[in-house]
């Protein structure tokens, strides 16, 4: 079967560096996206992988390692609006996402 | 550019009744997606479609059923309200498949009761 797995929820201090993993297994592989989730807000995007390694965009960065099924976000220099959740999703063969559960991310001051 | 819209924002309905969410985007999108999202689960893709008149099922399309007679448009129906479909509905698109990001729109929120 396909599968998403990342942490429910993770807690951070402003101004912190954070990381959260995601592992997936798909049926066939086209490519790995980040979504950012404010409360009752709709999901909008942060990043796209398919190749291994690192990409980094400002604040936030996402890694990707193919033959692990694993990629992770990094997020920098913490601020208090990045509370939210953050979502990691797939590309199947069938270029269809498939959708982890989603990481509640708590920033404290 | 106002990206994609959905209507109702919220609304309540009685086991058995019927009504459509509406969806427009008018970014020119190809694709059009109807996702469902429960609590502290991920969205699931009810139907999708890749153009006006070309509309397929994805993962949990039981009780639903959409149309697409519009580029813009992507209505999604809801027969027979059961308390199963209560949980929050997204509407998006895309330009082309897969590796494009995928625009959201707000959101419904309906809740079967």
């Known amino acids: 079967g396909q599968n998403i797995d990342q942490p429910t929820e993770m807690t951070a201090t402003e101004g912190a560096i954070v990381q959260i993993n995601c592992t997936y297994q798909?049926?066939?592989?086209?490519?790995l996206f980040w979504y950012q989730q404010h409360a009752g807000e709709a999901p909008t995007f942060l990043s796209y992988?398919?190749l291994d390694g690192l990409e980094e965009k400002g604040r936030f960065s996402s890694f990707l390692s193919r033959s692990k099924g694993y990629s992770y976000l990094l997020l920098k220099e913490l601020q208090m609006k990045d509370s939210a959740s953050y979502l990691c999703?797939?590309?199947?063969?069938?270029?269809?996402?498939?959708w982890g559960a989603g990481t509640k991310l708590i920033i404290k001051p | 550019n106002a990206g994609v819209t959905q209507t109702p924002k919220f609304r309540i309905l009685k086991i058995g009744q019927s009504m459509t969410l509406q969806c427009t985007q008018d970014?020119?999108?190809?694709?059009m997606y109807w996702y469902r999202q429960d609590p502290g689960m991920g969205l699931k893709l009810i139907y999708y479609s890749v153009g006006a008149g070309i509309t397929d099922k994805g993962e949990v399309p039981n009780g639903y059923n959409v149309s697409r007679s519009t580029t813009e448009d992507f209505p999604l129906r809801l027969e027979l309200a059961a308390p199963s479909q209560t949980s929050v509905y997204f509407c998006?698109?895309?330009?082309?498949?897969?590796?494009?990001?995928?625009?959201f729109g707000p959101g419904t929120r309906l809740t079967v009761l």
């Open positions: 798909t049926s066939g592989f086209n490519g």
């Open positions: 970014m020119n999108h190809n694709y």
């Open positions: 998006a698109s895309s330009p082309r498949e897969g590796w494009n990001e995928q625009f």
């Open positions: 999703a797939a590309l199947d063969s069938n270029y269809q996402l498939i």
């Open positions: 992988n398919v």
